[in-house]
């Protein structure tokens, strides 16, 4: 038949395509790697400039900093320092351990610390970091607000010797030693400065693993360091990570055996996600907390008084147990303060120190909205972005429930902002009219790291615009508080005034999620959902 | 010939001039992009400002375009915001989504020319009928459906290929990606031909080359098909430029890393220099296609003559 000649033509003609290419690809997994999921980083892969989760995951594998948060407990553990001193909570003497080496084989010396932190705070080098350097005496000096940096290095540090130097601060900050374990603080070696766009392409440090090749945007291959000098030396020969741009993808892929580890399951699959991987499924609580924020610049939403019953009776209208159960499927929890239980009683979580105002309560709700005037103009939005995430399903379940609670179908509604660059430049510049949606991912495990850089006056993630005398005096009190216990007392004194203020309703705290193959095992994700891969085994 | 061809060129530099403004005008009206790569931290003003200094986003709208065009003519398309230049970036993306177009132009072509032919000539029977259901069906189905559906299917439930595409995306990995783009124009290319030979089946030429005793397969191959195609060849010409620019769906479902992730991911993080460097690219590619379309038609059909 004429047809049948055709169609053995076209199934030549792919099989000539096949033949030719066959054999290029495939997953090509040798026996100990791990595959696992990744999002391209936004930024360079370097220390200082690596802001995100994605950049984290390369830097907690290529890098040992002076501390280390433990992948279970979150506590600042020594790992490069050997002893880090004070007398005053102000001036800090540095003491490292010997045998550090980069995967280059050069050494990691007090110097290694010092000019890496000197590069990350120098505004010319334009680190998004910088800001974890303002501690430091001379920061202004090396990035001033405005005009041009007047000094090249921060004064308050000083390499005594090889293995020592000293920090002064430019304020008391007791619990400044326990920030170092964030990526900013990472050592680097020479090499960095000496060629640098080379070093981007294929990122030297001292970790467990090294780079064994950098494709940008698609994967990045992590080999273990055999002569890793320190206590955690890699369990598996590598990790491979991939890139994907849908998590959806990225769970097929794990499904169909093609990938060992996704870090993040996608919403739409959490209803399945219990029968398809039974306990290979991780849902643990990490550092991070959701709030709705006020704008308190604006006359609607701000000042005290009746204000605040209003928006006191807006976080009683809102039932998170329902909202966490139902469209989160138990990967969050309901929040009864504003830190997260990551960081354990003892720093400073504490269970329903919001008390009744973060309970959901219709009656008492509706009398103190009632009670402060009633909604601004009858009204309100809930500002969120559409372009990421499942934000949409949540803002809109919140506003059903306020819409519920005052029995009216109209009192509030979703107002999505396109795109995440166009919702943050309008609560810089100020633009919000109503609540927003806010996220706070901790960068080290500290109370104070959730509540000071978050609500104290003029700080920098301070997007509600919320200034109290009160909760400024508290905070630099506990700061200035050498004992651990003293200072989180204070920081709870100090939550407790955003109790009573509610500049940002506690939403709920979010757990990490990830899932992974059989082939696998030992998986476990640290406090901040990134999985600790240095200690996954492979069958 | 020659002329023509060279006015032809001469048309398409305002055509790239206009569309490059557009485009960079679009994207920067989308705001300042330098407050989204610092998270939910608040951008510590110094920092912001020397960025946006260095990214030339301080000046006013006419003079970064100025400065951008200026930099395109010496082959600079800028940097992506990971530090990465776009040209790099492109020497990334392309190839790939090339090899994809590829695949999904030479199935769309093989498979819907000869369904075309095949119901074409037998108009109204019931070879015709099913075609033009199964067609229906396809054209039907939105890409993103077709995609997660078969991917489920042959990645998943039977194993039979990968679900994904790997870093390299050779030829085989893309065999199943390429048919998913190509479905919706394959329904098309199949309609076309069809009507196209069911018209021209009638025709004098084909008689005559019938009298003159003439085989059937060369009466079909050389003589109605050779005249049939000229509206499918227009339609695939297009149809190149689409898939290159349009496969962002297929390019997210399959995790290809081409020209559609690299618009999608500049788009979400408005990546100014990434989305109208890609996206010039992509006008020149339609350009240029429909170039070579028109003078496909003198090749299909003797009588069209360019002066």
């Known amino acids: ?539 | 010939m020659g002329r023509y061809v060279i006015r032809r060129l001469l048309q398409m530099i305002p055509v790239f001039i206009g569309s490059t403004f557009l485009i960079f005008f679009m994207v920067y009206a989308l705001g300042d992009p330098v407050a989204a790569l610092f998270g939910d931290r608040a951008p510590d003003p110094a920092t912001a400002a020397q960025i946006r200094h260095d990214l030339f986003l301080d000046q006013p709208l006419w003079k970064q375009y100025l400065h951008y065009m200026g930099q395109i003519f010496q082959g600079n398309f800028g940097t992506a915001f990971n530090g990465q230049s776009v040209t790099e970036l492109m020497a990334d993306a392309f190839p790939v989504t090339v090899r994809l177009t590829i695949v999904a132009i030479v199935i769309e072509m093989i498979v819907g020319v000869v369904l075309g032919v095949f119901s074409g000539l037998r108009r109204g029977r019931s070879v015709d009928t099913s075609v033009l259901l199964l067609t229906l069906v396809v054209v039907s189905i939105p890409t993103f459906v077709s995609g997660y559906v078969l991917q489920f299917l042959f990645g998943v439930q039977w194993g039979w290929a990968a679900p994904t595409v790997s870093t390299d995306a050779p030829l085989n990995e893309l065999l199943l990606p390429g048919l998913v783009l190509a479905l919706v124009s394959l329904a098309y290319v199949t309609r076309l031909t069809r009507t196209s030979i069911a018209e021209n089946a009638r025709a004098d030429y084909v008689r005559t080359a019938i009298a003159k005793g003439l085989p059937r397969h060369r009466v079909v191959t050389r003589h109605l098909l050779r005249n049939s195609l000229i509206p499918v060849v227009t339609f695939i010409g297009t149809d190149i430029g689409a898939l290159m620019g349009g496969a962002i769906v297929t390019e997210r479902i399959f995790n290809i890393h081409g020209v559609g992730f690299q618009l999608y991911q500049g788009i979400l993080r408005q990546n100014s220099p990434t989305v109208v460097g890609f996206v010039t690219i992509l006008v020149l590619v339609f350009l240029v296609a429909n170039l070579l379309v028109d003078l496909l038609y003198a090749v299909l059909d003797p009588r069209i003559r360019y002066a």
């Not at chain 1, 000096?141 to 405005?146: F, I, T």
């Not at chain 1, 080379?198 to 090749?213: E, F, H, Q, R």
């Not at chain 1, 795109?419 to 500290?446: C, E, H, V």
């Open chain 1, 1 to 539: 038949m004429r047809g049948a000649r055709r169609a053995k033509w076209a199934v030549c003609a792919i099989a000539v395509a096949l033949a030719a290419t066959a054999c290029g690809g495939g997953g090509g997994e040798s026996s100990g790697v791990v595959s696992s999921s990744w999002g391209d980083p936004q930024n360079p892969l370097e220390p200082a400039n690596t802001n995100e989760v994605q950049g984290g995951k390369v830097m907690e594998m290529l890098f040992r900093g002076l501390k280390r948060y433990n992948p279970k407990t979150g506590a600042a553990e020594n790992v490069v320092a050997d002893r880090i001193e004070t007398t005053d909570s102000q001036n800090f003497t540095v003491k490292l351990k010997g045998g550090w080496t980069f995967s280059n084989g050069e050494s990691v010396t007090a110097k290694s610390f010092v000019d890496a932190w000197n590069y990350g705070a120098a505004l010319g080098n334009k680190q998004k970091n910088s800001s974890f350097f303002q501690y430091i005496d001379g920061y202004d000096k090396v990035h001033p607000d405005s005009g041009t940096p007047t000094a090249k290095t921060l004064s308050g540090l000083v390499v005594k010797d090889d293995k020592t130097f000293t920090v002064k601060l430019n304020q008391k900050f007791s619990s400044w030693p326990d920030t170092l374990g964030y990526s900013a603080f990472m050592p680097l070696p020479q090499a960095f400065y000496k060629d640098h766009s080379a070093w981007l392409k294929k990122p030297v440090g001292n970790g467990p693993y090294t780079v064994d090749s950098y494709t940008k945007g698609s994967a990045l291959k992590l080999r273990k360091w055999d002569k890793y000098p320190g206590p955690d030396p890699a369990q598996n020969d590598g990790i491979d990570l991939r890139v994907y741009t849908d998590t959806n993808t990225a769970y097929t892929d794990l499904q169909a055996g093609n990938l060992d580890l996704v870090d993040d399951v996608p919403a739409a699959q959490l209803k399945n996600v219990k029968r398809d991987l039974g306990d290979r499924y991780i849902n643990q609580p990490a550092g991070i907390i959701q709030t709705l924020t006020f704008p308190m610049y604006e006359k609607d939403w701000g000042g005290s008084g009746e204000k605040e019953k209003l928006r006191q009776g807006i976080s009683m209208a809102i039932n998170r147990e329902q909202i966490t159960d139902e469209i989160f499927r138990k990967t969050r929890t309901p929040a009864t303060d504003w830190t997260s239980p990551v960081l354990g009683a003892q720093g400073g979580y504490k269970a329903g120190l919001c008390g009744g105002a973060c309970a959901f309560d219709p009656k008492k709700a509706k009398q103190l909205i009632q009670e402060a005037g009633g909604l601004p103009g009858g009204k309100m939005t809930l500002g969120y972005n559409a372009d990421a995430g499942s934000h949409k399903d949540w803002i809109d379940a919140i506003c059903n429930s306020i819409n519920n609670t005052l029995g009216s179908d109209r009192a509030c509604v979703g107002a999505p902002v396109g795109t995440f660059a166009d919702f943050r430049n309008k609560i810089q510049s100020k633009q919000m009219t109503g609540p927003f949606r806010a996220g706070w991912q901790m960068d080290y495990p500290l109370i104070q790291n959730f509540l000071q850089p978050l609500y104290y006056t003029g700080a920098s993630s301070n997007d509600g615009k919320f200034s109290n005398a009160g909760f400024d005096k508290l905070v630099n009190e506990a700061n200035a508080q050498t004992d651990v216990a003293k200072a989180v007392g204070k920081f709870q004194d100090a939550e407790k005034i955003l109790a009573q203020q509610m500049p940002a309703i506690p939403l709920w705290y979010q757990n990490g999620s990830g899932g992974y193959s059989d082939r696998i095992t030992d998986v476990s994700l640290n406090p901040f959902s990134v999985p600790v891969y240095n200690e996954i085994k492979v069958k």
